[in-house]
């Protein structure tokens, strides 16, 4: 075939999904000219710089590896390319740095620092990389200074990432050009001709420390940085910078800049006794670091060395008590973000658990001292060392526990809402790490009693109020029948009915997401309870509907009321029958509304029931038939739409040749729509696992069609890690389907593809391992011994590893099981 690639990234800057099913084959089917045709179409400076900034960030792609392992597939791959190829990337990503529009420069920047970290750490290109050093260090305009400086500043990023492995032998060959590069950055920090400028050169020091090591290790090159960044601290508009660079070097470096502690205690001691807040919060902030890297220290090597942090518990305990004292009533009704006051606290509580029992005392004496204050202030205070000496890890006697949830509880009468707002969080943070404390009968009844008599105060304490509840409520499995949680399900529920609209949108979220969590947490043995809660709810929506109501208010309530009617029938499964019909016919009565996200809410409602009363649905199933084909269709209800799809097809299986074929032929359409959302790709993926799942075997049709698109999908550079659910539910639905097909165990071979891509993302999520691990659970059942190569793959094995050490009890368990099937087999 063909490829046009001009045309093809036109239309992929469109997101159309076309477009990057074409650039993903041209890519398979000839890696090589792939490559070269982005070179070509990035060096060209008649393209359009917009196509030019997305050849950019594809050959970025490409070079940039995932893992070591693939880095070393891709320094092999890389290094087959002929030379020209290598220069002509450099040439075209050179000439768009210093031509281009800022984004393309930007764009342009990454790639080309990538490339010279490739090549250098071959002992390639080092000339032409000097240029640069040389253009950012003379006195052209700063934008061609700039641009030189964003290369030099990803090139000493990526270097540090891509080189890992080998990474202090390489720096020790290049250490005359680490030097050049910490020369030309030292000047310009002494000298910065613009922010823009300096930026460059304090991310690079930021993100990048380890580059610079060998260098630091140089008492003179040592003692020349910091005096700089030490005079940063001193200037206002460059106070921001010089914190930075010291929270990185003594995160990284702490022993090899320790000999300068004395002027840290100097800087930081001016900064918190001061009244500027910026100085404050990064003060605290250091010390806070340097806490955590003495305790790490003490952990690993069981070390009784000299500990700054006791030095500075001691003499920063007043200025720190000041600080939190210090709160504006106006901000602490907010959320307790990053401010002083939260600043100062959790430097307090770094100090405190590093130092260990020797603060206790102290920090009880000041809670005794203050807690009945009449300076509300005081009590504040108190009550936040209080919370700090809660979280220390020399915690642990179960009278003092019992003492401090007392006292925090005993501040929920306090007048100020400032000191109710902190009890409630910490009561919410002793309850989710000590579950014991709530479940108690006579605590559950005490925390339930004094914060309802005070949630309806002002929107803030309402808000965390539902917080604190919600957090308790966690601590029940909702396995068990007889609960105190379940025995006062009724009373709660109503509370917060009642209550929900107080304050607007804020108050009607908290609410019902209190409840929704409520209903997550309790048996569904609550028929009757959850009857009530449905028909009250019901009740609830006719009023609006009646009342004509239509404002945004209105619309959030409507929105929640249907959320939680879903979790409710869930919940009831075919008990709630009895409730159907009236349930049905108010959410068909809502559908004409033609609110999107009303809409979003109501289809799945509809799933549910479909899902809770099986065959007493089928009277309703030809309308929801001509809602799924009214709707599936329309890109503003592509997701709640294929959700509906995939309930009804767990319900009811296959609704007859001609009409699942039109629903797959809807859902294909789906995913090949233009400027579709991942979400919505996603949930289309889970609906079409159900569809082919039911419809076996007619879906053998299109199965393959299926499979192609999801490899499609997980190469999308948009793919985000919420959005691989429907993917992997999709695998999940395809498998047992592949074990009655001859060849399947071949196509399964090719699922491992899947596990490495778990691992792309920054931050695995837990729902993601657990999927996954699903996934391999149903692997192993239908193929057991036939799939033994992949199932001891490195990721395979990485994912079990990572999920077996998680702290969620759900993974581990899994994990454990499914690890120990593969060792039978």
Partial sequence: ??????????????????????????????????????????????????TRKVCAVFLYKEIVPKDLNALRKFVDYWFQFDHSVHENLRVAATNAIFEGSPDLTQQASILLGVFYAVEISKNQYIDQFNELIQIASDNHSENTRNAALMTIEYFVENIVTLSSSGFNSQITMLYNLVLSIFNLFLNIMRNPDSPATLKIVVNAFVNATSFFYRVF???????????????????????????????KLYENYFSLFEEYMENIFTITQSDMESENENRIIESCTLWQIIAKVEKSKQKKYNANDRLYSRHAFASFFEPLATIIASFDPLEIDSDLENDPGSAAFNCLLALSQAVGEDCLEPLINFVKENISDPDWRLRYAAAFFLLCSSRMDCFIDTNTILETFQVFVSLLDDPNSAIVNIAMWSLGVMCEQIPDLSQDEERFVLILTKVTNVMESSQALYT??????????????????STILAANFDTLAEIFLRTATHFGQESIAAAYGAINRLIAQTPMSLVDSYGSLLVTMMNNVDQLISSGANSKDSIALFIWLISTIQATVMNMGHAMVNHSTRLMEMLLNLLPMLNSALTAEILPAIGAIARAIQGDFSQYLDVVIGIIFQRLPSAEFISPAAVLVGDIYSSFGSLGENIDMQIVDMLFDDIHRDMIAQQDRSAVFSALGEVALKTVPQCHAWLDRLLSDLDQAMHSMYLEEDHFLGILNCYQSIVPILADIPGGDKCVHKFYKVFEQIFTFDVVDGNVLYEGVLLLEGIIKKFGRRVNVMLNRPYV???LDVSINSDKPFLTEAAGTVLQEIEKL
């Fill in 1 to 50: 075939m063909d490829y046009n690639i001009e045309v093809l990234l036109e239309q992929y800057y469109s997101t159309d999904y076309t477009a990057t099913k074409k650039l993903i084959e041209f890519k398979e089917q000839d890696p090589v000219a792939f490559v070269i045709a982005l070179i070509n179409h990035l060096g060209s400076p008649s393209n359009p710089e917009i």
């Fill in 217 to 247: 290790s140089f008492q003179q090159s040592k003692l020349d940085f910091i005096r700089v960044v030490f005079d940063y601290t001193q200037h206002e508009d460059l106070v921001l910078d010089g914190y930075r660079i010291l929270q």
């Fill in 464 to 481: 965390r109020s539902c917080w604190l509840l919600g957090n308790v409520f966690g601590n029940f499995s909702p396995e068990e029948e």
């Fill in 797 to 799: 094995r990485k994912l």
